[in-house]
């Protein structure tokens, strides 16, 4: 029979009670949990695509998201198709692409990490250009930014924020340039 120390004991006993994918992501030896950003793009993107109508004249809808994410500002970059339409454009619909940035916050209750404030930095439309082009374009960025506010970016099951006996709870929110790294307390 093989020896195993007490740490390769306890790491077997703890690891078959975490589901697998919380085990793999989670360090209790540090209390982090790491999502990747292939994983939060895989969540992000069965949110879409999403839509919403501003002043009962124009309709903005996003698709096709892109995650990035920007260690220098801790905060997730999401550029998204965007469509607008309207029957006062003669064309009907313009489409284009918008580039949103966001802080990250931890809701407790619903166990998310959610995008807090996100702010369009950039909109660009095709086919149009002038002041209709502004006005559009501060429509778009106001309405994506709507739509994105308090999306889920990432959710916890009550089973990978615990091991052994303890439930912890998300502290620090860390944007690192290929995932997002949370402080388990």
């Known amino acids: 029979m093989p020896h195993c120390?007490?740490?390769?004991?306890?790491?077997a006993v703890f690891g078959a009670a975490l589901p697998w994918r919380a085990w793999a992501a989670f360090d209790f030896w540090?209390?982090?949990?790491?999502?990747?950003?292939?994983?939060?793009q895989a969540m992000l993107a069965k949110q879409f695509?999403?839509?919403?109508?501003?002043?009962e004249l124009v309709?903005?809808?996003?698709?096709?998201?892109?995650?990035?994410?920007?260690?220098?500002?801790?905060?997730?970059?999401?550029t998204a198709r965007v469509s607008i339409t309207s029957p006062l454009?003669?064309?009907?619909?313009?489409n284009g692409t918008v580039a949103l940035s966001?802080?990250?916050?931890?809701?407790?209750?619903?166990?998310?990490?959610?995008?807090?404030q996100p702010k369009a930095e950039r909109l660009e439309l095709q086919g149009v250009s002038g002041g209709d082009a502004e006005r559009l374009q501060?429509?778009?960025?106001?309405?994506?930014?709507?739509?994105?506010q308090g999306r889920v970016l990432r959710s916890f099951t009550v089973e990978e924020l615990s091991f052994g006996r303890k439930t912890y709870e998300i502290g620090e929110i860390t944007v690192l340039?290929?995932?997002?790294?949370v402080e388990l307390k």
């Open 89 to 94: 454009l003669r064309a009907g619909r313009i």
């Open 177 to 181: 340039a290929d995932g997002i790294k």
């Open 30 to 40: 540090t209390s982090e949990y790491t999502a990747t950003r292939s994983e939060l």
């Open 102 to 116: 966001s802080a990250l916050r931890y809701d407790a209750a619903a166990r998310a990490l959610r995008l807090e």
């Open 59 to 78: 309709s903005v809808a996003l698709s096709d998201p892109q995650l990035d994410l920007n260690a220098a500002t801790n905060r997730a970059a999401i």
């Open 138 to 148: 501060q429509i778009g960025g106001l309405v994506a930014q709507e739509l994105l």
């Open 49 to 55: 695509p999403m839509s919403q109508r501003y002043a």
């Open 5 to 11: 120390s007490r740490r390769h004991l306890c790491l």
